[in-house]
């Protein structure tokens, strides 16, 4: 198991059980964060992302990824670009998108065990079409451990890490950051949380190519490679 440590102001280190005692509701991001990224139902999505655009603009597979690229990184998601620029219906593109195979996605008995264990709430928080995360927490066995699913529908389709998707999500869900954590893969969905107050934990897959050489975001409080061990590190004793 492998993470990193929380400095206090006064230079102390205390235990991640004392670190996350106020704590009483759990966000986790689904994609790639509840499963490993190393699966890479990220690629098939990725692929259908350029199919998508290649096929609405006409254009080759090579101008299409530089498009998804152009787009991921000027609005946050290549949704967004292709809704705002391009009238794209999203509930067209998101279904394209996500209609690929969960076959990869397994039980994780171990962590099914220490999600539950949790003390407080527990919510789905994704950038992902709600029909989707269904199918996926299903897929993996964990469709009975979170109380509820905060879809991209829900934001009326601006997601992370947009400050309104974040605010929409607190007040639908009765949710105060300060007594929040979020668990999540990309590390600039991170920054929202940690500025208004919520615990941040970065979970990375050491299978994944980059993991070891990942240095901490300034806005995360922790790195995360074994989200399974940490979450046991969390449970109170006893």
């Known amino acids: 198991m492998t993470f990193s440590t929380i400095t206090l102001n006064d230079g102390t280190q205390p235990s991640l059980r ?9 966000v986790f991001d689904l994609d790639d964060t509840l499963y490993p990224r190393s699966v890479d139902l990220h690629g098939q999505m990725k692929a259908r992302v350029v199919s998508f655009i290649a096929d609405h603009m006409k ?18 998601s290549t949704l967004q670009g292709m809704v ?51 199918a996926a927490l299903a897929a993996m066995g964990m469709a009975e451990l979170f109380e509820a699913i905060a879809s991209i529908e829900d934001s009326e389709f601006i997601g992370k890490p947009n400050l309104s998707a974040f605010a929409g999500f607190f007040e639908a869900h009765g949710v105060d950051p300060r007594t929040a954590a979020m668990f999540e893969d990309r590390p600039g969905n991170l ?27 300034g806005h995360a409080d922790l790195v995360v490679t074994d989200l399974t061990g940490f979450l046991r590190q969390l449970l109170p004793r006893g």
């Open 18 to 26: 004392e670190s996350f005692a106020h704590v009483d509701t759990w």
């Open 59 to 76: 254009i080759g597979r090579a101008a299409a990824e530089a498009i998804h690229v152009d787009y991921y990184e000027r609005f946050g």
């Open 84 to 134: 705002q620029l391009h009238g794209v219906s999203p509930h067209a593109f998101l279904d394209f998108v996500h209609d690929i195979d969960l076959s990869v996605l397994v039980h994780n008995d171990d962590l099914i065990e220490a999600l539950r264990a949790l003390p407080g709430r527990r919510i789905i928080f994704t950038n992902a079409p709600r029909g989707h995360a269904i």
């Open 191 to 217: 920054l929202v949380p940690h500025q208004l107050g919520m615990k941040t934990v970065f979970v990375v897959d050491p299978l994944f190519e980059d993991a070891g050489r990942v240095a901490k975001p």
